[in-house]
């Protein structure tokens, strides 16, 4: 079936850094990659649709130069989170159509920062 | 506009006994539906799918939904719960009309279930 690799798994930051958060399709093609974030026992909130060559699409009220994503190649894209602060302290997934059971999610990453 | 609501933050069952995370969903056209279930700290795992065809869906690990247009429900059912199935249990639309390799599913808040054994 279709995997989508997500790393890293956790990450601990210090406030002002930035962290680059990976999702790779690893036996197929992903043209498009969704951005979720989740916030503890909430639901996952969309955060941007990359598709691969072209800019992302941001939902409302995320800010893309905070969120940077880039989606170079038909397997990779990429979730740069930049100068990052304690409020950015959450759980982001990825997650690519796939033509097997449609959609595959990444494992996620928690980002916490400090 | 599409909408997903589970009405239950959290169902209690007892291990054996059988379980039902409920769901209803609001789309323009004819929906495509799904439930993923969540372990902590882990992404998504795909439990089932209705696109079209027989209304009673069968996934993974013993879960089936039925898919009610007239209600516009979709809930997820298993037969007889386990411990193991102690998770969160999220279920997502996709409007069908105008769908596309583009468009995201929108998901419900999600409901946590306990199997107690």
């Known amino acids: 079936g279709a995997v989508v690799s997500q790393h890293p798994s956790w990450v601990i930051c210090k406030s002002g850094t930035s962290v680059k958060i990976e999702c790779r399709s690893l036996?197929?093609?992903?043209?498009?990659m969704f951005w979720y974030r989740q916030f503890p026992k909430q639901s996952l909130m969309l955060m941007a649709t990359?598709?691969?060559?072209?800019?992302?699409?941001?939902e409302q009220g995320v800010e893309k130069d905070k969120f940077l994503i880039n989606h170079a190649s038909l397997t990779l894209s990429t979730l740069t989170v930049t100068s990052a602060h304690p409020e950015d302290s959450s759980f982001y997934i990825c997650?690519?159509?796939?033509?097997?059971?449609?959609?595959?999610f990444g494992s996620g990453t928690r980002l916490t920062v400090v | 506009a599409q909408s997903v609501a589970q009405p239950e933050d959290q169902v209690n069952v007892a291990e054996g006994n059988p379980l039902t995370v409920k769901c209803t969903y609001s789309?323009?056209?004819?929906?495509?539906l799904f439930w993923y279930v969540q372990y902590p700290n882990r992404g998504l795992q795909f439990l089932l799918k209705?696109?079209?065809?027989?209304?009673l869906v069968k996934g993974s690990y013993g879960f089936e939904a039925e898919f009610n247009k007239s209600q516009t429900s979709f809930h997820l059912k298993k037969p007889s719960a386990l411990v193991s199935d102690s998770a969160l249990y999220f279920c997502?639309?996709?409007?069908?009309?105008?769908?596309?390799?583009?468009?995201?599913?929108?998901f419900g808040k999600g409901t946590r279930l306990s199997v107690i054994a």
């Open positions: 789309v323009s056209g004819n929906p495509y």
């Open positions: 990359s598709n691969e060559g072209s800019k992302a699409t941001y």
């Open positions: 997650s690519a159509r796939n033509r097997f059971d449609g959609y595959t």
């Open positions: 036996d197929f093609q992903a043209t498009t």
């Open positions: 209705y696109i079209t065809g027989d209304n």
């Open positions: 997502a639309v996709r409007d069908r009309i105008g769908g596309s390799g583009n468009t995201p599913l929108v």
